[in-house]
């Protein structure tokens, strides 16, 4: 049975097995790519950068950290094992904050990177990533999160590896998955990916206004799924820093390419209330 997945006004089919067309994104380090190019670390258009790890928005899970570094260091989401997934214990997922929102502009929005590393090559000779995915979810309020549709259409790791917890990973094959790029390069997301989304569509999420990016690790042995419902597949199991990698900081965190100026919610009641005495001092004059 094929499936369709409708992506910046194009559809691509692929079938539940494996893609038709080889090739269809960005590799570890392609910044030039049409549809998911990656971010360079230095690249002039990040303007702004996660401020700080929301702890009351972050749970580690097991084989990760066991405290918040806000100063650079790492933080690890940890990894489930076969006995944990089947019990539904929660991945582990982790949420920055933003001074200044992140707007929909045009094309993409902002950036995630990592600290995967190349190594490998695919048939096409394209190399191959160590890939620790996680999904991507951004919200206005802090409540309410919407997902970043993804597609990974891997059924393995690629060969020259060590196992399933050492491997390269095709990352031609995986698209709006955290972790896809390598290390010094992110992952770029475009907020129109979610225009028809429930959430905006219901006004519980505002894609002009994203206060809040949450990165929720994704196990890798293929019990969770993407959008269309195929496997997804990355190193697992990890430990020691098992799971997927963050650290908070310009260059290494979540970089933002388009923000918009929106007034606090104080500040635009205080705007309200200076417009309502100007009224008024209208009114009263004869």
């Not at 802090?142 to 990974?152: L, V």
């Not at 790791?157 to 094959?173: A, E, K, M, R, Y």
């Not at 293929?222 to 430990?239: A, E, L, R, Y």
């Not at 650290?247 to 606090?264: C, F, H, K, Q, S």
């Amino acid at each position: 049975m094929f499936r369709h997945f409708i992506l910046s006004g194009a559809v691509l089919f692929t079938s539940a097995a494996s893609p038709l067309f080889a090739e269809i994104y960005s590799g570890p380090t392609d910044t030039t790519h049409a549809i998911d190019g990656a971010i360079a670390a230095d690249d002039g258009r990040l303007v702004a950068w996660a401020d700080v790890i929301d702890s009351t928005r972050t749970m580690f899970g097991p084989r990760g950290s066991t405290s918040i570094n806000q100063t650079g260091g790492f933080n690890s989401l940890g990894d489930l094992d076969a006995t944990e997934i089947a019990a539904g214990v929660s991945p582990g997922f982790l949420t920055v904050s933003f001074s200044t929102g992140i707007g929909n502009g045009a094309g993409h929005d902002f950036a995630v990177f990592e600290n995967g590393f190349v190594f490998g090559q695919n048939t096409e000779g394209t190399p191959g990533l160590f890939a620790e995915f996680a999904y991507v979810d951004v919200s206005t309020n802090g409540t309410d999160f919407a997902r970043f549709p993804s597609i990974s259409l891997n059924e393995g790791p690629l060969p020259g590896g060590f196992g399933t917890n050492f491997s390269p990973f095709d990352v031609t094959n995986v698209y709006n998955l955290a972790g896809k790029h390598a290390a010094g390069f992110g992952t770029p997301f475009d907020l129109d990916d979610l225009s028809a989304d429930p959430l905006v569509t219901s006004g519980l999420l505002d894609l002009n206004n994203i206060r809040y990016v949450r990165l929720f690790d994704i196990p890798g042995d293929g019990s969770f799924t993407d959008s269309q419902g195929n496997p997804i597949v990355d190193n697992w199991i990890t430990s020691g820093s098992g799971g997927f990698d963050f650290r908070l900081g310009e260059g290494i965190g979540v970089g933002v390419l388009n923000i918009t100026a929106v007034p606090e919610p104080g500040g635009l009641a205080l705007l309200g209330l200076v417009a309502g005495v100007g009224s008024l001092r209208r009114r009263r004059r004869p």
